[in-house]
């Protein structure tokens, strides 16, 4: 029997992204992120390029761009005063420093997404799903990080990452029902470890590109060199 009056309601779908640039660069030698990386006629940094791509992958998906959240470590100071001096200081999104980050990866991990979910403003409130990105992804576009977003928005309720060749790797989206076991991440260990402990519920996108970052002031040369 069907009833006139009844109505489905659209489950709600707010994405907020983490954008990890806590690192120390101990391989490289320097602030990987603020190195500057060549992108057509224009010269960029790498932490620039990670958030402009996000920001046009929210912007062509109509999602609110002032829900990404650049997570910091070590650099916290260098990298805000960077961004504040250049055309970013009239940009919407949250700089959250992470004091742990020196402990490894899972702490910043943790410590941000805890920032997040006890945070009190309307956003941290009625996040569903959290994006997690590397900053030194250098190949990444908007379209890949649309096509994540895409799939996860498909199938709201599992993981959704990138896959390169048989390897899982981020940017990586997870529903509300794991931000507790993105807090419990510790040390070295990644959000990969939640991928794979609950493999039976992951979606992948294939990015083959995925796969290349940057380590070392090599890595960056001979990126400047294949561009």
Known sequence: MLFKNSTM???????????????????????????????????????????HQLSLALNTLNMDKKNIRIATGCYHSQITTFFSEHEHKNSQFVFDYCEDAHLGLGHTISQSVGHMVKGTDDNAISTSHILIALADQVALTADNYVALIKQSLACPNTLVCAKAGDEIMPPAIFPATYFTDLMHLKGDKGAKSVLYTHKENLHTVNIPHAERDIDTQQDLINWHNNT
């Open 9 to 51: 309601k659209k489950p709600v779908y707010n994405l907020t992204v983490i954008l990890l640039a806590a690192g120390k660069s101990e391989r490289f030698n320097g602030i990987k992120l603020l190195a500057k990386v060549q992108q057509e006629e224009t010269s960029i940094t790498l932490l620039e390029h990670a958030f």
